[in-house]
């Protein structure tokens, strides 16, 4: 049962139905409340929405790594964006915006005006990525693998290299398995609405037990600031259904159309803005 933590009220997880008020003598037949389609996995609890109330249409698997107990929860990292949801999801496909984003080191931090500063220039990271949709049963979940290279005042460091295989399941669930020199681990990433244009996104990070605490909390760090500056441009920029693109920004057009079986007649549109000023 789901118990209401102000006035103790419980409530029967399968039908709503109000099962338990610890002060009444009688509980009312029309007290309930709405059953969502849920499932607990990777340690957290999913709730599935739909615009439409449809049913799920896939199912969650587990993380074997997980459920053996050869990966543990380590932490994780919460930002809250004012951006639309499908540019979070579109930054698996951005391949293009690694190099001008992410390539300077983490020694920079988050904040996205760094490149000229010596601390960038410490250390500077490689990225080489490919993302693409999967299909027919899975053509709900999108594939990225990428490779992270480092250098230290020029210095090629393998040690430090970072392989990613991530999955992107449904319209806000990433699955980013990584392995390191230390170990192998997961980031469980979900994005999570809280208001029109402004999402809560939170990582979790689960990783082998036997991995320093010290070296998941650098990892993590660094993760973090990479993360910052996505967050800083996802919150200062317009999404445009239709952008200027080159060729080699295909897969960003190829995301959308993936992302779009996510939508429905149902789903909420807004409009803010005209379309040649700003005029809000």
């Not at 109330?53 to 929860?73: A, C, F, H, N, V």
Request: charged letters at 20%; a negative charge.
């Amino acid at each position: 049962c789901i118990e209401c933590p102000f006035h103790g009220w419980q409530f029967d997880g399968e039908t709503g139905q109000c099962v338990k008020i610890p002060y009444a003598e009688k509980i009312p037949a029309f007290a309930k409340t709405k059953v969502w389609p849920s499932t607990e996995c990777h340690e957290l609890i999913y709730v599935w929405y739909d615009a439409e109330g449809r049913d799920p249409k896939y199912e969650l698997d587990e993380i074997e790594e997980l459920k053996t107990g050869q990966w543990t929860y380590r932490g994780r990292l919460v930002h809250y964006i004012a951006a639309h949801i499908e540019d979070i999801s579109e930054n698996g496909a951005d391949v293009a915006h690694l190099s001008a984003l992410h390539q300077p080191g983490v020694t920079g931090g988050g904040n996205v005006n760094f490149a000229e500063t010596w601390l960038s220039k410490l250390i500077k990271h490689t990225w080489t990525a490919k993302w693409e949709s999967k299909t027919e049963s899975l053509s709900h979940m999108g594939h990225m693998s990428l490779h992270m290279t480092n250098t230290i005042l020029g210095i090629p460091v393998p040690l430090l290299d970072v392989f990613v295989e991530s999955d992107q399941i449904g319209p806000s669930i990433v699955q980013l398995r990584f392995k390191v020199f230390l170990g192998t681990g997961v980031w469980v990433q979900t994005v999570v609405p809280e208001e029109p244009l402004y999402q809560r996104m939170t990582n979790y990070v689960f990783a082998d037990w036997w991995i320093p605490t010290f070296a998941i909390t650098a990892f993590h760090k660094g993760m973090g600031i990479q993360m910052d500056r996505d967050v800083n441009v996802w919150s200062n920029k317009t999404y445009l259904s239709k952008p200027l693109l080159v060729k080699e920004d295909r897969l960003i057009l190829e995301h959308r159309r993936w992302y779009s079986q996510f939508y429905s007649e149902s789903s909420q549109k807004f409009s803010f803005t005209k379309e040649k000023d700003l005029t809000w």
